[in-house]
């Protein structure tokens, strides 16, 4: 279902249009936020929602149909993601103990691979990537999200998908 149906359906009944919402838009927020915050991913897209809904919900219907949905979420999600890179760094993280006993790595290689890819790029240059070439953000959209203007994001995507490929070329 197209976000802009949603909207408006979300301006005349908020509750019931959230489900579809967020039938629309939890596969690519959950893997935007796995690839920008692997450890948090999930807890992270459910705030995002819970977010979205408490601010919907104080919204009167005109504001409603004049979102930018896909940023105006991603603004949230980026904002949960920054706080809690914040207070992670705060404190120290125990060492991981997993012991897989010979069985294969739950976690496909190419998506640790991709993980390791992506965690090189300076912070800015990951989130534009992840959010154009992940989540599909528009530049607009992506814009918005990450309060930048669109020529800026387009040069942390082209720079990021740059650097992503000069890694990828020196990879063994």
């Not at 599909?136 to 918005?144: C, M, P």
């Amino acid at each position: 279902m197209h976000l802009d149906s949603i909207r408006q359906r979300l301006a005349e009944d908020l509750d019931g249009a959230f489900p579809d919402l967020v039938r629309a838009i939890i596969p690519d927020l959950h893997a935007g936020l796995r690839r920008l915050h692997p450890d948090a991913a999930e807890d992270l897209t459910q705030e995002t929602l819970i977010r979205a809904h408490r601010a919907l919900a104080g919204y009167d219907a005109d504001r409603i149909r004049a979102l930018a949905l896909g940023g105006w979420i991603w603004t949230i999600a980026l904002n949960l993601g920054r706080n809690h890179a914040r207070d992670r760094a705060r404190r120290p993280t125990p060492a991981r103990m997993d012991d897989h006993h010979g069985r294969a790595d739950p976690e496909p290689i190419d998506s640790a691979a991709w993980d390791r890819r992506l965690g090189v790029l300076p912070l800015a240059q990951r989130r534009a990537v992840v959010l154009r070439h992940v989540v599909g953000l528009d530049y607009e959209e992506l814009a918005a999200a990450t309060g930048r203007p669109v020529g800026t994001v387009k040069a942390d995507v082209h720079r990021g998908l740059r650097r992503l490929r000069t890694i990828i070329e020196e990879e063994p």
